[in-house]
Nanobody, 114 residues
Framework: VQLQASGGGLVQAGGSLRLSCAAS????????MGWYRQAPGKQRELVAV???????NYADSVKGRFTISRDNAQNTVSLQMNSLKPDDTAVYYC?????????WGQGTLVTVSS
């Protein structure tokens, strides 16, 4: 499975960005896709994930501000990020996992200026 992420960039606090990620290759129908992030000097952390059956898990820090969605037919996952804060600044990584393995995307930088 290959992951191709897009989106990210520079935005002012309070603004919005949208990240998208497409999975290609041998994608099993039962899987979990989502986003993790890693800020400078910090460990990588979960942002939001969504299963192929629609079960969603958000980090407490993004609840009410971020929305994750997916298109199973296209094997894509998106993350709509609203009300962004400087603390959201990080490299965001698309993640795919199924019963076989875990795959990471290349990472996309999100910078939120105050």
């Amino acid at each position: 499975v290959q992951l191709q992420a897009s989106g990210g960039g520079l935005v002012q606090a309070g603004g919005s960005l949208r990240l998208s990620c497409a999975a290609s290759g041998s994608v099993f129908s039962i899987n979990v896709m989502g986003w993790y992030r890693q800020a400078p000097g910090k460990q990588r952390e979960l942002v939001a994930v969504i299963s192929s059956s629609g079960i969603i898990n958000y980090a407490d820090s993004v609840k009410g501000r971020f929305t994750i969605s997916r298109d199973n037919a296209q094997n894509t996952v998106s993350l709509q990020m609203n009300s962004l804060k400087p603390d959201d600044t990080a490299v965001y990584y698309c993640n795919f996992r199924d019963t076989r393995f875990v795959q990471w995307g290349q990472g996309t930088l999100v910078t939120v200026s105050s």
